[in-house]
């Protein structure tokens, strides 16, 4: 009986123990780009026995190990709760081969080891050239392509010999959807597209491809530039005259602003103002204002001349009489005229006869009077005045309308 007893714990402790097992993690994929690599898998959380969370270890090894007996395994992640982990920090060689592993845990239960081959060179994906730039070269198209990039910023054609580029391009006027692509495949980074028309546009998108596993990488964004040409003589009749425009208007536009502000200065503020006597009549002194009355259509424009003298200043001219004998009945006097003239008449120069001026009239005065005529008119033709203009000033006339 007691060996009955120990038979039937025995089989309830095996059972305990297949109940208890934790399910193993399902669909290990890689999602992986040049040298990025992500395991992930599939968790089903209702197949959890125990209510407690569960973690998962990610691990890796050199397929060529797994012949030996001591199995020494890189363990990448460990009591993760996500259904991932990532690869590309654990420095797989591109080339080499690899054996992944993936296990859960709960409870102090593991699951078994769930194992994944990964080789890189032929299961990573290629990714597209990281640039593609445009520039056009006469009537054709300069292409210049950047290889794809790895984790750490470096060619992948480090990894990739063989890698090369497939390029398409089409005529955006003739074919706007790119249903018909012309196709050039190089493995240089810079492509001259050849046979295109001058003055037209063309689409371009390049793809990276490796044929020894049959990889091939997505399409870049389609990149558009218009090729050059010969000037035309129409486009050089166009620039010049633009240009000439543009130069009027720079000499127009200051010279026009420049003559309006004179105008406007003039009007408003005259260098000659007019004489008190004009502004009187076209300011409005009754209300004590300086601005200038505005004509209004009632008012009557009346115009007349008006004649401006000059200041005259009187000349003076002293001419001495010319020496004539004295009468005779005045002789007596000579001796008294001579000290006179010695002693007080040198300013004026003009000699006093008293009276014998009724003398000199009735014998001969006339004769004296015409030569101090002649003398005054000889002085003034020297001063380059004609006789008998001294006392008229330079007159002009201004039209003055009040």
């Given at each position: 009986?007691?060996?009955?007893?120990?038979?039937?714990?025995?089989?309830?402790?095996?059972?305990?123990?297949?109940?208890?097992?934790?399910?193993?993690?399902q669909?290990?994929?890689?999602?992986?780009?040049?040298?990025?690599?992500?395991?992930?898998?599939?968790?089903?959380?209702?197949?959890?026995?125990?209510?407690?969370t569960?973690t998962?270890?990610?691990?890796?090894m050199g397929k060529?190990?797994?012949?030996?007996?001591?199995?020494?395994w890189?363990?990448v992640?460990?009591r993760?709760?996500?259904?991932?982990?990532?690869f590309?920090?654990?420095?797989?060689?591109?080339?080499?081969?690899?054996?992944?592993r993936?296990?859960?845990?709960?409870?102090?239960?593991?699951?078994?080891?769930?194992?994944k081959?990964f080789?890189?060179?032929?299961?990573?994906?290629?990714?597209?050239?990281?640039?593609?730039?445009?520039?056009?070269?006469?009537?054709?198209?300069?292409?210049?392509?950047?290889?794809?990039?790895t984790?750490?910023q470096g060619?992948?054609?480090?990894?990739?010999?063989?890698?090369?580029?497939?390029i398409?391009?089409?005529?955006?006027?003739?074919?706007p959807?790119?249903?018909?692509?012309?196709?050039?495949?190089?493995?240089?980074?810079?492509?001259?597209?050849?046979?295109?028309?001058?003055?037209?546009w063309?689409?371009?998108?390049?793809?990276?491809?490796?044929?020894?596993?049959?990889?091939?990488?997505?399409?870049?964004?389609?990149?558009?530039?218009?090729?050059?040409?010969?000037?035309?003589?129409?486009?050089?009749?166009?620039?010049?005259?633009?240009?000439?425009?543009?130069?009027?208007?720079?000499?127009?536009?200051?010279?026009?602003?420049f003559?309006?502000?004179?105008?406007?200065?003039?009007?408003?503020?005259?260098?000659?103002?007019?004489?008190?006597?004009?502004?009187?009549?076209?300011?409005?002194?009754?209300?004590?204002?300086?601005?200038?009355?505005?004509?209004?259509?009632?008012?009557?424009?009346?115009c007349?001349?008006?004649?401006?003298y000059?200041?005259?200043?009187?000349?003076?001219?002293?001419i001495?009489p010319?020496?004539?004998?004295?009468?005779?009945?005045?002789?007596?006097?000579?001796?008294?005229?001579?000290?006179?003239?010695?002693e007080?008449?040198?300013?004026?120069?003009?000699?006093?006869?008293?009276?014998g001026?009724?003398?000199?009239?009735?014998?001969?005065?006339?004769?004296?009077?015409?030569?101090?005529?002649?003398?005054?008119?000889?002085?003034?033709?020297?001063?380059?005045?004609e006789?008998?203009?001294?006392?008229?000033?330079?007159?002009?006339?201004?039209?003055?309308?009040?």
């Amino acid at each position: 009986m007691n060996v009955g007893f120990a038979l039937v714990l025995l089989w309830s402790l095996l059972i305990t123990n297949v109940l208890a097992e934790l399910p193993v993690p399902q669909n290990l994929t890689l999602l992986t780009l040049n040298t990025e690599y992500l395991l992930t898998w599939d968790w089903d959380r209702d197949q959890t026995t125990t209510g407690n969370t569960v973690t998962f270890t990610a691990e890796y090894m050199g397929k060529y190990k797994m012949q030996r007996k001591k199995k020494n395994w890189s363990r990448v992640c460990e009591r993760t709760i996500h259904t991932h982990c990532n690869f590309t920090g654990s420095d797989l060689h591109y080339l080499g081969m690899y054996v992944l592993r993936v296990r859960a845990s709960a409870d102090g239960l593991n699951s078994d080891w769930v194992l994944k081959d990964f080789c890189p060179d032929k299961d990573a994906a290629l990714g597209p050239p990281s640039r593609v730039e445009l520039a056009p070269v006469g009537n054709l198209l300069d292409v210049t392509i950047s290889d794809p990039l790895t984790s750490t910023q470096g060619s992948m054609k480090e990894h990739v010999l063989s890698l090369y580029y497939h390029i398409l391009y089409w005529n955006l006027s003739d074919d706007p959807r790119g249903l018909k692509p012309n196709v050039v495949n190089s493995n240089n980074n810079l492509v001259t597209l050849p046979e295109l028309e001058a003055w037209t546009w063309y689409c371009v998108m390049v793809q990276s491809r490796y044929d020894y596993y049959n990889k091939t990488s997505g399409y870049t964004a389609p990149q558009c530039m218009q090729t050059e040409g010969d000037t035309q003589w129409r486009q050089i009749f166009l620039y010049f005259l633009v240009s000439l425009v543009v130069c009027f208007l720079l000499v127009l536009l200051p010279y026009t602003f420049f003559r309006f502000y004179r105008v406007l200065k003039h009007t408003f503020y005259p260098t000659i103002q007019l004489p008190a006597y004009i502004q009187e009549y076209l300011c409005d002194s009754s209300l004590g204002s300086e601005m200038p009355i505005l004509l209004t259509p009632e008012s009557e424009l009346c115009c007349d001349n008006l004649s401006v003298y000059a200041e005259v200043v009187p000349l003076e001219i002293h001419i001495a009489p010319p020496f004539t004998a004295p009468p005779s009945g005045l002789q007596h006097d000579s001796s008294r005229h001579s000290r006179q003239g010695s002693e007080g008449s040198g300013d004026s120069g003009v000699y006093s006869t008293e009276g014998g001026s009724g003398q000199q009239g009735s014998s001969g005065g006339g004769e004296p009077i015409r030569r101090d005529k002649e003398v005054e008119k000889v002085k003034l033709e020297e001063m380059g005045e004609e006789p008998g203009d001294e006392g008229v000033p330079d007159e002009g006339v201004v039209d003055v309308c009040v």
